[in-house]
């Protein structure tokens, strides 16, 4: 009788876990997170995130901390609802949320150097 080779035959291979990451590397991974968030909600103007990507809610909620974010959670009829900061840290999956850039103040204007601080006043003169 001769060998007969199996052809049916699977090796089970053994594998190689990625060593651990330092917290520096875990900081730098999610900065990297927080900047692509941040710029894709930016250059679309607002970015929907499903109610069970709990990963984005939280990277979100940070970024809205820090006021480069603002969140509403959507309800059933569409219609958002403001988050605070406190509330959006917990990021419940039961609604998605509608996030947009926030909300910026009229720009600050400069005054003209005329009649501006540098303007020397009498001293016998109340001011």
Same mark, same amino acid.
């Given at each position: 009788?001769?060998?007969?080779?199996?052809?049916?035959?699977?090796?089970?291979?053994?594998?190689?876990?990625?060593?651990?990451?330092?917290?520096? $590397?875990? +900081?730098?991974?999610? *900065? #990297?997170?927080?900047?692509?968030?941040? &710029?894709?909600?930016? =250059?679309?103007?607002?970015?929907?995130?499903?109610?069970?990507?709990?990963?984005?809610?939280?990277?979100?909620?940070?970024?809205?901390?820090?006021?480069?974010?603002?969140?509403? $959670?959507? +309800?059933?009829?569409? *219609? #958002?609802?403001?988050?605070?900061?406190? &509330?959006?840290?917990? =990021?419940?999956?039961?609604?998605?949320?509608?996030?947009?850039?926030?909300?910026?103040?009229?720009?600050?204007?400069?005054?003209?150097?005329?009649?501006?601080?540098?303007?020397? $006043?009498?001293?016998?003169?109340?001011?």
């Amino acid at each position: 009788m001769g060998c007969v080779a199996a052809s049916n035959v699977v090796p089970f291979r053994r594998v190689v876990s990625p060593p651990p990451m330092s917290e520096r $590397e875990v +900081g730098l991974r999610r *900065r #990297g997170e927080q900047r692509v968030l941040m &710029e894709t909600v930016y =250059a679309l103007g607002t970015m929907v995130v499903s109610a069970e990507d709990r990963e984005t809610k939280l990277t979100a909620s940070r970024l809205q901390v820090y006021g480069f974010l603002a969140i509403e $959670e959507l +309800g059933e009829d569409g *219609r #958002g609802r403001r988050l605070r900061p406190s &509330e959006a840290i917990r =990021a419940r999956t039961d609604r998605p949320w509608r996030l947009s850039k926030p909300a910026m103040a009229s720009p600050v204007t400069i005054p003209s150097l005329e009649g501006f601080l540098f303007e020397a $006043e009498p001293l016998d003169q109340p001011a």
